[in-house]
């Protein structure tokens, strides 16, 4: 009798399964592996061939605040209609001598040094102040000439503005000052870049090496990000030449790059040490690494991204393209956290698992847990019995710091906020002093009409409450437009002027129209700040509700939960309105000595869109690993105490790298970053801090089972989406 064994086949009891398939994730660090030096060179190689492009081409920054359609705008296309001569900028040599600027000594030198100014070859002409009378202040002692650039003052080249100064201050003497003022001349009191990003990389460091216990190990998320910010640093500076980016992009994107560079570096790298701790091999780990950790980090970019291309659809100027940048910037980080980072991991593999593992028997040995954590299950613990107290202290104190963001008034730095030691903010004061405070914000009124409008605009304007001075009306080359130079009473970031603004085009001007009928419009770089804050205030609302939409929408795919996305929203936009109010209490209020001012225009929707996509990484990663808890013993008390225990550590790290990186940036003197940097800060702690470790698993412990409650049909509905896996 002739048996036959079974033959095996697909489907057959005794086949073994086949192995499962790699993660793209997991593919991509096994390349990086692989090919760990390739990697590097590769990522050398782009660093310096984009550098060395950049160097050869030069920047094209251009500094763009215009908004199609606004009154300002409207204005320049009246002028330009009737042939108004569009001069170039100016810039002013601002004299004060205190026995008068006319005495014949002071008017010799003065004379002298301005026919000297006159032959540069950027100054297309000058005005003395000898031969116009309204340039000289009552009392004599403080006068100003006015030097007409031949092109704008935002493309005038540092050392042209320097040749200007320098050459005027040829006159100065014991008792007659001169100084410089103007946009071309702020730029002398801008401080060159270095000194705050590398506080920011040092701080990172000293906490990164306390938390691996190496150098080294310390040093590959910093690597990681410097390569990035590197890189797209010379791509930024090659695409402005293509699109409109502003100057402030640059510290913008560095101080954005090394934050979220490092952050994204050190939430795989961390997975990556524990899977070594767990005994797995370098390799592996890493694989393990970036399929967890890695999906994190391109969750989170990704959010980021889209929150700042919703920037762009919102038509803001030079905003657009500084969203662009900073969208690359994160995209090119996330390549490098995924592709670079691997392949040094894999260079100090061996090194790493010897050190780490070797530290984890030391605490076994201790009678400790080789992963640790007990400190946050002591914490989260300690949140469960009162969490009714926690949240309700937490959201109340939050609520109050927040509170002052209602108040918020956007506008743009100016002169008077420069460095006191700076010839344009000297500039400035001497004119506030000799002609006024609304002498550095005129306005630019034009009537549309004859010149009996015209006289009637100049007439009306000199009887206006706010105003204290206004010129007669100029007319155009073909005497149909009139152009009225109005002086306020208040200085340019004074809130009056912004008002003087409305209420000469909402009650002023349309009175005059129906007495003289013309088109009167007000224009000028004052009012043109007015119209960029009113364009950004009136399209908040709209970009806030999409971003919050759509985040929205994606949590509840991620995690299968109706009322913890709504936590999550509820939460960003507290901890964004905490960092608004806290810029406004310093920036605007003048808390600390700061010298109080608008918050620039812009900050408010840019520090919006970062953070809320820089919220939803710790949200993700939190949340998530709750979540698995919760799915393996439906347990909520201890979903949440785990979930903290294996990322409270973690958290508190990623947040103080980038409280130190964005907190830097208070130690420069532009005020626009430090406004900026210290928004972020405030942010990343509140988040990071205050809302993770507090308020999150005290509501979550509230709401027990019911935050992982979906309805039914939805849950059928919605695709599935896993995000992060959690070994």
């Known amino acids: 009798m002739v048996t036959t064994a079974p033959v095996r086949g697909v489907g057959s009891p005794d086949t073994p399964p086949p192995p499962p398939r790699k993660t793209l994730l997991e593919r991509t660090s096994a390349f990086s592996q692989r090919h760990r030096w390739t990697a590097l060179l590769l990522w050398t190689v782009i660093l310096v061939g984009v550098w060395g492009g950049a160097s050869a081409v030069g920047d094209g920054y251009r500094d763009d605040f215009s908004l199609p359609g606004t009154e300002t705008q409207q204005t320049l296309e009246v002028l330009a209609k009737h042939g108004s001569v569009q001069a170039g900028d100016s810039v002013k040599i601002v004299l004060r001598d205190e026995a008068g600027i006319s005495g014949a000594d002071t008017r010799q030198r003065v004379t002298a040094m301005l026919d000297e100014v006159a032959k540069l070859p950027t100054v297309a002409r000058v005005q003395s102040p000898y031969t116009?009378?309204?340039?000289?202040?009552?009392?004599?002692?403080?006068?100003?000439?006015?030097?007409?650039?031949?092109?704008?003052?935002g493309l005038m080249e540092r050392a042209d503005t320097l040749k200007i100064l320098d050459t005027a201050r040829t006159a100065q003497s014991g008792n007659l000052q001169v100084e410089l003022g103007g946009e071309a001349a702020r730029k002398l009191a801008e401080q060159e870049g270095g000194a705050s990003e590398g506080v920011g990389i040092l701080a990172a460091l000293v906490i990164l090496a306390f938390m691996f216990g190496t150098v080294i190990a310390a040093g590959l998320p910093i690597i990681t990000a410097v390569f990035a910010v590197g890189t797209t640093l010379g791509g930024v500076v090659l695409v402005?030449?293509?699109v409109n980016i502003a100057s402030y992009t640059q510290y913008v994107l560095i101080l954005v790059g090394l934050g979220v560079g490092i952050d994204y570096a050190l939430l795989i790298f961390a997975r990556y040490r524990a899977e070594l701790v767990r005994g797995a091999s370098p390799e592996a780990a890493s694989a393990k690494a970036l399929d967890i950790a890695g999906r994190t980090v391109f969750f989170a970019g990704c959010t980021v991204i889209?929150?700042?291309?919703?920037?762009?659809?919102?038509?803001?100027?030079?905003?657009q393209g500084t969203a662009v940048a900073l969208s690359l910037t994160v995209l090119v980080t996330m390549l490098t956290s995924l592709t670079l980072l691997p392949a040094l991991l894999a260079i100090f593999g061996k090194r790493f698992a010897r050190q780490f593992t070797a530290k984890a028997q030391k605490r076994v040995a201790k009678g400790k847990s080789a992963?640790?954590?007990?400190?946050?299950?002591?914490?989260?613990?300690?949140?469960?019995?009162?969490?009714?107290?926690?949240?309700?202290?937490?959201?109340v104190a939050l609520g109050a710091l927040a509170a002052p963001a209602l108040g918020m008034r956007l506008g743009f730095a100016d002169s008077g906020n420069d460095p006191a030691a700076s010839t344009s903010r000297k500039a400035y004061d001497l004119l506030a002093d000799g002609f006024g405070p609304g002498f550095n914000g005129s306005l630019v009124v034009v009537a549309e009409g004859d010149s009996k409008a015209g006289a009637a605009l100049s007439a009306k304007l000199r009887s206006t409450a706010g105003i204290a001075a206004a010129s007669p009306a100029f007319p155009t080359k073909d005497q149909q437009a009139f152009t009225v130079i109005v002086f306020p009473t208040s200085a340019p970031q004074d809130a009056k002027t912004s008002d003087l603004v409305h209420e000469l085009r909402d009650n002023v001007l349309p009175e005059l129209a129906r007495e003289h009928p013309a088109t009167y419009l007000v224009g000028g770089a004052t009012a043109a700040v007015v119209d960029y804050s009113d364009a950004v205030a009136q399209r908040i609302p709209l970009f806030i509700a999409i971003v919050v939409g759509l985040s929205l929408i994606l949590l509840v795919i991620v995690f299968r939960s109706i009322l913890i996305p709504l936590k999550a929203a509820l939460l960003n936009l507290l901890?964004?309105?905490?960092?608004?109010?806290?810029?406004?209490?310093?920036?605007?209020?003048?808390?600390?000595?700061?010298e109080p001012g608008p918050i620039q225009a812009y900050l408010p929707i840019m520090i919006f869109a970062i953070v809320f996509g820089l919220s939803m990484d710790y949200e993700i990663f939190l949340v998530s690993r709750v979540r698995e808890e919760w799915d393996r013993t439906k347990e909520p008390d201890t979903a949440i105490r785990e979930g903290l225990a294996h990322t409270g550590s973690l958290i508190v790290a990623a947040g103080l790298i980038m409280i130190a990186v964005f907190g830097a940036f208070m130690l420069g003197?532009?005020?626009?970053?430090?406004?900026?940097?210290?928004?972020?800060?405030?942010?990343?702690?509140v988040d990071a801090i205050v809302i993770?470790?507090?308020?999150?698993?005290?509501?979550?412990q509230l709401m027990g089972r019911k935050a992982w409650w979906i309805p039914?049909?939805?849950?059928?509905?919605?695709?599935?989406?896993?995000i992060e896996k959690h070994g």
């Not at 007990?374 to 309700?392: C, E, H, T």
């Not at 430090?674 to 990343?684: R, S, T």
């Open 132 to 153: 116009e009378t309204s340039a000289v202040s009552k009392d004599g002692t403080i006068g100003y000439a006015t030097v007409v650039l031949k092109g704008k003052s």
């Open 240 to 242: 402005s030449h293509v």
């Open 306 to 319: 889209v929150a700042l291309m919703g920037l762009v659809v919102m038509g803001l100027g030079s905003l």
């Open 371 to 395: 992963e640790g954590g007990a400190a946050w299950r002591r914490w989260a613990s300690g949140v469960q019995r009162r969490p009714l107290a926690v949240l309700l202290l937490s959201v």
């Open 575 to 594: 901890s964004i309105g905490s960092a608004l109010g806290a810029m406004t209490l310093v920036f605007q209020e003048g808390m600390f000595g700061m």
């Open 669 to 685: 003197g532009d005020r626009m970053l430090q406004q900026f940097g210290f928004g972020m800060a405030v942010a990343v702690f």
């Open 692 to 700: 993770r470790l507090l308020i999150v698993p005290a509501a979550m």
């Open 712 to 722: 039914a049909g939805l849950d059928r509905l919605l695709p599935t989406l896993n």
